[in-house]
């Protein structure tokens, strides 16, 4: 399993737009780089999985460079209801399934 | 569709009691994962079951800890004699039959709290 790198913590605005940047050097070829949100008191919630370029979702933008080594995640117009520990995780979900959680970061939005 | 449902939300034990944690996994799926996640750390992995196997069990501790997944009915993490260093949020997915790629979808939680 990738091991991967995050910012502990981050602050924003309400309105702006975050970006969380991941760091994977180790990420293998049939790896997928997938995203979580967690709320206090709630289990993780999947945002987004890219496996390159960029994906889209209703929700986020995940953007993965060529080399894939890297990944981030973005929040356009982030309101307070964002602030929550955000989770970037690396592996290809194959037989061995168990999903690796770093420490994620938290990203706090200020009014 | 109901999502994964945990019960109970809270959990309060004395050491040495024992602890039964239920899990019913979302409509459709027959893959089942318990994480425990400590105050102010990421979760960790535990077990992962499907019905009436389970297929790893590299996270679980190796006494007092198990877990199972019958063909009927929800399935249950036991802890047997708790101790305080077990409370914690004890968080259990799952996911569909075939590939995960790691897309899991998790409960609510059950937050032990061993007094």
């Known amino acids: 399993l990738a091991k991967t790198t995050q910012p502990i913590s981050m602050d924003s605005y309400e309105g702006q737009e975050v970006n969380i940047t991941c760091s994977h050097n180790n990420i293998a070829t049939n790896d997928y780089i997938t995203w979580y949100q967690q709320f206090p008191s709630q289990g993780p919630r999947f945002i987004i999985q890219?496996?390159?370029t960029k994906v889209t979702n209703e929700v986020a933008s995940l953007f993965i460079p060529a080399d894939r080594k890297s990944s981030t995640l973005s929040l356009p117009r982030v309101s307070l209801s964002d602030t929550a520990v955000y989770y970037c995780l690396v592996g290809d979900g194959g037989s061995a399934r168990q999903l690796t959680f770093g420490s994620g970061t938290q990203l706090t939005v200020l009014p | 569709n109901a999502g994964v449902m945990q019960n109970p939300r809270h959990l309060v034990r004395r050491r040495g009691q024992e602890a039964r944690l239920r899990c019913s996994p979302m409509?459709?799926?027959?893959?089942v994962y318990w994480y425990r996640q400590l105050p102010e750390e990421g979760l960790k992995f535990m077990v992962y079951l499907q019905k009436e196997n389970i297929i790893d069990e590299s996270g679980m501790p190796k006494e007092r800890f198990s877990a199972e997944f019958p063909k009927e009915g929800p399935s249950i993490l036991r802890i047997q004699q708790v101790v305080r260093g077990d409370s914690a949020a004890y968080f259990c997915?799952?996911?569909?039959?075939?590939?995960?790629?790691?897309?899991?979808?998790f409960g609510a939680g059950t937050r032990l709290s061993v007094l």
């Open positions: 997915a799952s996911s569909p039959p075939g590939t995960s790629n790691n897309i899991q979808y």
């Open positions: 890219g496996y390159k």
């Open positions: 409509k459709g799926h027959s893959h």
